[in-house]
C-alpha cells in the first residue's frame, strides 16, 4: 500500500477531498520538532491503512499550504484532522501516537459508509427545501386577494379627494358627497307609519337604496 500524498496545491488537495471518502491529513511544518518524532508513525499507518478511492493519507506543509492551513483552522502542530466525505468529523493535536492510531482505526471503518454530504444537506427533504416555496396543498389553502374590494377603496379615496379638492368648503363637500360610506340614509327621521319599525301598517316597505353607489350602479342609471 501507498503511503502518504504530499499536497501541493489547493486543487490537488480539493481533488483528494472530492475523490476519496475518507482522507487522514496531517498538519506540519519543517521546524517543528515534535512534528518529525511522529511522522514514522503516520507513515506506517499510511501504509498499513490507505486503500484507492477509500482511505489516503496527505501531508500539508503549513508553511507553503498556508491557504489549507487557514480554511481548516489548524494553528498548532502537528494537527491530524479526519475527513469523511469532504467534512472534518475528527481533530487531534500535538504528538500523540495512540490517540493518533485510534482515531485512523476508528476513521477506516468508515471507508466503505456513504460521506454526509455537503453542509446543509440535512435540511432538504423531498418537496421541501429550506427558503423555498410552500407545498401546493399549503399554497392551495392560502389567502386570496381581493382585487374588488382594494378598487372599491380606491374608487371612495379619489372621490373623496377630488370632491374636497374643487370645493370651498372641503369638510362638508366630502360629508355630503356619495362617496362618504358614513353618510346617513334616512336623514335623521323617524319611519312613517306603514314603513319598516312603525305602528301602523303590517305590510314593511321595501329597502331604501344605501348611499353608496357602486361603479355598477352608475353604470346603470
Known amino acids: 500500500m501507498s503511503g502518504p500524498i504530499s499536497i501541493g496545491s489547493v486543487a490537488e488537495w480539493q481533488s483528494l477531498l ?4 475518507v482522507v487522514i491529513a496531517d498538519f506540519y511544518a519543517d521546524w517543528c520538532g515534535p512534528c518529525k518524532m511522529i511522522a514514522p508513525h503516520f507513515e506506517r499507518l499510511a501504509k498499513e491503512h490507505s486503500r484507492p478511492k477509500k482511505v489516503a493519507f496527505a501531508k500539508v506543509n503549513v508553511d507553503t499550504q498556508s491557504a489549507i492551513a487557514r480554511t481548516n483552522g489548524v ?3 502537528p494537527t491530524f484532522k479526519v475527513f469523511h466525505g ?4 475528527d481533530t487531534i493535536k500535538g504528538a ?17 459508509t456513504p460521506g ?15 427558503g423555498g416555496d410552500a407545498p401546493a396543498a399549503r399554497r392551495a389553502t392560502g389567502p386570496s386577494f381581493n382585487l374588488t374590494g382594494l378598487l ?3 374608487v371612495v379615496f379619489v372621490g373623496l379627494y377630488l370632491v374636497s379638492l374643487f370645493s370651498f368648503d372641503a369638510r362638508k363637500a366630502a360629508e355630503s358627497s356619495w362617496f362618504n360610506i358614513h353618510k346617513a340614509t334616512s336623514g335623521g327621521k323617524k319611519p312613517a307609519p306603514g314603513q319598516a319599525g312603525g305602528h301602523g301598517g303590517a305590510a314593511r316597505a321595501p ?9 355598477a350602479d352608475l353604470g346603470s342609471d
Do not use: H, W, Y
Not at 18 to 21: L, M
Not at 86 to 89: A, E, I, K, L
Not at 207 to 215: E, S
Open 18 to 21: 472530492s475523490g476519496t471518502n
Open 75 to 77: 494553528s498548532a502542530m
Open 86 to 89: 469532504g467534512n472534518c468529523v
Open 96 to 112: 500523540n501516537p495512540s490517540a493518533l492510531s485510534e482515531a485512523i482505526s476508528k476513521a477506516a471503518k468508515l471507508a466503505d
Open 116 to 130: 454526509a454530504g455537503k453542509p446543509g444537506d440535512a435540511f432538504k427533504t423531498p418537496g421541501r427545501t429550506l
Open 152 to 154: 372599491n377603496v380606491l
Open 207 to 215: 329597502a331604501q337604496k344605501p348611499a353608496f353607489r357602486t361603479l
